[in-house]
């Protein structure tokens, strides 16, 4: 058994995996996950695929601030490959972060930054959403729906693979409070808030369908890129 983590011991973000018992260990990437706002790892979170082949995170090489990409790697960090990518804009500041691969291992779940709510988000003009693609980067839908003042993130699969439990942040001057939702794995049937809190994580147990606080299904949009 081994546990993944991202580590900045050299100043920069790479995944590295031990031993259960925090022996044997080993880095994977050298390519620096970028430092997202002084960010604390939650950008390069290494996820492990359910076979146990596979690890997925989010980061960049050489990217200090902008431009994350989910990707995937072998377990022992060969076979290194971006799932998603931007045309390189400096300016275009479209980050994937935080994957979740479902629980079959044929789908991942992310945050993505990248549409455009022009002169209202204070930094970017972009808000973050979920989106869930193949888990070869193909087939990219968006389950969450770009609204101000709204983000949308962290995504976790329930045990059967039938919803998403992810977090929704509405902002109100001076107060941001993180709630959690939950939805079915397209994106209609949204339930919640069920709870104030943030980073959710689905236990063993099956995907109840009881939903004591229904929420406005929101529309799913097809991407056909990445």
Request: proline residues 8%.
């Amino acid at each position: 058994t081994r546990i993944a983590f991202g580590s900045d011991r050299d100043r920069n973000w790479d995944i590295f995996v031990m031993d259960a018992d925090g022996t044997n260990l080993d880095q994977l990437t050298d390519i620096g996950l970028g430092d997202w706002w002084g960010s604390d790892g939650t950008y390069a979170r290494p996820a492990w695929s359910p076979d146990g082949t596979q690890i997925a995170f989010g980061g960049g090489p050489g990217n200090d601030d902008w431009d994350l990409e989910i990707y995937v790697m072998d377990a022992d960090g060969r076979n290194l490959r971006p799932l998603t990518g931007n045309d390189d804009d400096d300016t275009n500041f479209t980050n994937n972060w935080w994957p979740a691969w479902s629980p079959d291992g044929n789908k991942i779940a992310f945050t993505s930054r990248r549409e455009d709510v022009p002169e209202l988000y204070e930094f970017t003009g972009k808000r973050d959403l979920v989106f869930v693609m193949d888990a070869d980067g193909t087939d990219l839908v968006q389950l969450t729906t770009n609204a101000w003042p709204i983000d949308t993130c962290c995504p976790t699969w329930s045990p059967d693979g039938t919803r998403i439990a992810y977090t929704r942040i509405e902002c109100a001057p001076g107060f941001c409070p993180p709630e959690i939702f939950v939805m079915d794995a397209d994106g209609t049937n949204i339930c919640g808030p069920l709870a104030t809190g943030d980073q959710p994580n689905w236990g063993p147990a099956p995907a109840s369908t009881n939903c004591p606080r229904p929420f406005t299904t929101m529309t799913t949009t097809t991407t056909t890129t990445t």
